[in-house]
C-alpha cells in the first residue's frame, strides 16, 4: 500500500474516495508510527491516516507540541484540512488513546467533521491520575552509566505532557471500542471500562489481546481484523451482540 | 500462595517465547532479556505481586537485574 505525507499526517491508501478512514494517533517515544504494519492489512477500501509529531523525524523543523492539548490542535487542523467530511475511526495506544480522544473532542465540534468511532488502546481513561511509578520505573533506567536508546529522548517528554495532562471530563459522542493487551499492567481491561464514561455514543466492545503493553507491536492480523470489525460495527451498532 | 521469585520468571518466560530457561542469576537487563518497556512493566507487575505500593527508593535499576536480586529486594 503506497504512502504519502502531508503536513503532520502520513496517508496509507488512497483516501482520495474513500468514505472511511481509520486514523492512528500515536503511543509515547514514538517518532514514526508504529501502526504501518496494521494500516498494511486493512482492506483496500481502507485507508490509513498516520498521525506524526511535529519537532522530531520527518518534521524535526517544526515546533514540537508543549503538551497533549497542543499535538490535539495540530492533528484536528490537519485532519480536517486533509480529509474533510469522511468518516474517521480514531484508535489510539496508550499515550495516541488520549490524543484520540482529545482530536475527537475537536472534530466534534467543527462542521463537516464525523468521528464514526474512537478506539482506545492500553491506557486507562482520560480523568485519570497518572500513576508515579511508572515515572519512577522509566527514571530507573536513566543512570548515568547506561546509553540512552533511540527514542527514550521522545519518550522522557511524552511522559512529560502524560503528566501535565488534563482534562475537563467532556462527553465525545464517538461510538466506542476499547483493546487491551490481556496482561498489561498499564491499564487492565477492567481498569479500560471507564473510558465508557467519557463517550454518549453506543460501546462497540472491548477487544482483549494476548500481550502485554506492546501486544499491538505483534498479531498485526487480529489487530486489522478488530479495527475493521469495529468500522462496520459503527455502521450498524445496533447488530453488536450484548455480550461485548 | 505468596509469590515469590518463580512468578516473575515465569512472566519473564511467557514474553519471551525463545528463552527456555532463565538461571536466578542471569542479568535480564545487560543480556536484553527485557527491554525498557518490559522493564517498567515488571515494575508494576512487582508491585501487583507484592500487593503494596513500591517506594521511588525501592525502585533502581541493580534492585531488578537478577530473579535473585528480585526475591531478595521485594519477596523477603
Given at each position: 500500500?503506497?504512502?504519502?505525507?502531508?503536513?503532520?499526517?502520513?496517508?496509507?491508501?488512497?483516501?482520495?474516495?474513500?468514505?472511511?478512514?481509520?486514523?492512528?494517533?500515536?503511543?509515547?517515544?514514538?517518532?514514526?508510527?508504529?501502526?504501518?504494519?496494521?494500516?498494511?492489512?486493512?482492506?483496500?477500501?481502507?485507508?490509513?491516516?498516520?498521525?506524526?509529531?511535529?519537532?522530531?523525524?520527518?518534521?524535526?523543523?517544526?515546533?514540537?507540541?508543549?503538551?497533549?492539548?497542543?499535538?490535539?490542535?495540530?492533528?484536528?487542523?490537519?485532519?480536517?484540512?486533509?480529509?474533510?467530511?469522511?468518516?474517521?475511526?480514531?484508535?489510539?495506544?496508550?499515550?495516541?488513546?488520549?490524543?484520540?480522544?482529545?482530536?475527537?473532542?475537536?472534530?466534534?465540534?467543527?462542521?463537516?467533521?464525523?468521528?464514526?468511532?474512537?478506539?482506545?488502546?492500553?491506557?486507562?481513561?482520560?480523568?485519570?491520575?497518572?500513576?508515579?511509578?511508572?515515572?519512577?520505573?522509566?527514571?530507573?533506567?536513566?543512570?548515568?552509566?547506561?546509553?540512552?536508546?533511540?527514542?527514550?529522548?521522545?519518550?522522557?517528554?511524552?511522559?512529560?505532557?502524560?503528566?501535565?495532562?488534563?482534562?475537563?471530563?467532556?462527553?465525545?459522542?464517538?461510538?466506542?471500542?476499547?483493546?487491551?493487551?490481556?496482561?498489561?499492567?498499564?491499564?487492565?481491561?477492567?481498569?479500560?471500562?471507564?473510558?465508557?464514561?467519557?463517550t454518549s455514543g453506543p460501546y462497540?466492545?472491548?477487544?482483549?489481546?494476548?500481550?502485554?503493553?506492546?501486544?499491538?507491536?505483534?498479531?498485526?492480523?487480529?489487530?486489522?481484523d478488530v479495527i475493521s470489525r469495529?468500522?462496520?460495527?459503527?455502521?450498524?451498532?445496533?447488530?453488536?451482540?450484548?455480550?461485548? | 500462595?505468596?509469590?515469590?521469585?518463580?512468578?516473575?520468571?515465569?512472566?519473564?518466560?511467557?514474553?519471551?517465547?525463545?528463552?527456555?530457561?532463565?538461571?536466578?542469576?542471569?542479568?535480564i537487563i545487560d543480556s536484553r532479556?527485557?527491554?525498557?518497556?518490559?522493564?517498567?512493566?515488571?515494575?508494576?507487575?512487582?508491585?501487583?505481586?507484592?500487593?503494596?505500593?513500591?517506594?521511588?527508593?525501592?525502585?533502581?535499576?541493580?534492585?531488578?537485574?537478577?530473579?535473585?536480586?528480585?526475591?531478595?529486594?521485594?519477596?523477603?
Open positions: 500500500m503506497n504512502t504519502r505525507a502531508e503536513r503532520s499526517l502520513v496517508i496509507q491508501g488512497d483516501a482520495g474516495k474513500a468514505d472511511d478512514i481509520v486514523v492512528f494517533l500515536p503511543p509515547a517515544g514514538a517518532v514514526a508510527s508504529p501502526y504501518l504494519p496494521i494500516g498494511a492489512l486493512l482492506q483496500d477500501t481502507l485507508p490509513a491516516v498516520h498521525c506524526e509529531t511535529p519537532g522530531r523525524g520527518r518534521l524535526a523543523n517544526e515546533e514540537a507540541p508543549g503538551s497533549v492539548h497542543g499535538a490535539a490542535d495540530r492533528w484536528a487542523a490537519d485532519l480536517a484540512e486533509i480529509v474533510p467530511g469522511r468518516r474517521l475511526h480514531l484508535v489510539g495506544h496508550s499515550l495516541g488513546a488520549l490524543y484520540a480522544y482529545e482530536v475527537t473532542l475537536r472534530l466534534e465540534s467543527r462542521p463537516h467533521c464525523e468521528v464514526a468511532s474512537l478506539s482506545a488502546s492500553g491506557a486507562r481513561e482520560p480523568g485519570s491520575t497518572p500513576r508515579s511509578l511508572l515515572a519512577t520505573a522509566f527514571a530507573a533506567l536513566r543512570t548515568p552509566d547506561r546509553q540512552q536508546g533511540a527514542g527514550e529522548h521522545w519518550m522522557d517528554r511524552d511522559l512529560r505532557m502524560r503528566g501535565e495532562y488534563r482534562t475537563a471530563h467532556q462527553v465525545v459522542r464517538a461510538p466506542l471500542a476499547l483493546l487491551c493487551g490481556a496482561s498489561d499492567p498499564f491499564a487492565t481491561p477492567a481498569e479500560m471500562e471507564r473510558w465508557k464514561d467519557f462497540l466492545g472491548m477487544f482483549t489481546f494476548r500481550g502485554g503493553h506492546d501486544y499491538y507491536l505483534s498479531g498485526e492480523q487480529a489487530i486489522t469495529v468500522v462496520e460495527h459503527s455502521r450498524h451498532p445496533e447488530l453488536i451482540p450484548r455480550s461485548q | 500462595m505468596a509469590a515469590t521469585w518463580n512468578d516473575v520468571r515465569e512472566w519473564i518466560l511467557e514474553r519471551n517465547p525463545d528463552l527456555t530457561d532463565l538461571q536466578p542469576e542471569t542479568d532479556i527485557i527491554d525498557s518497556l518490559q522493564f517498567v512493566e515488571l515494575v508494576l507487575f512487582i508491585e501487583d505481586l507484592r500487593g503494596t505500593a513500591l517506594e521511588s527508593n525501592d525502585v533502581s535499576l541493580d534492585s531488578f537485574r537478577t530473579l535473585k536480586g528480585i526475591e531478595q529486594t521485594f519477596f523477603q
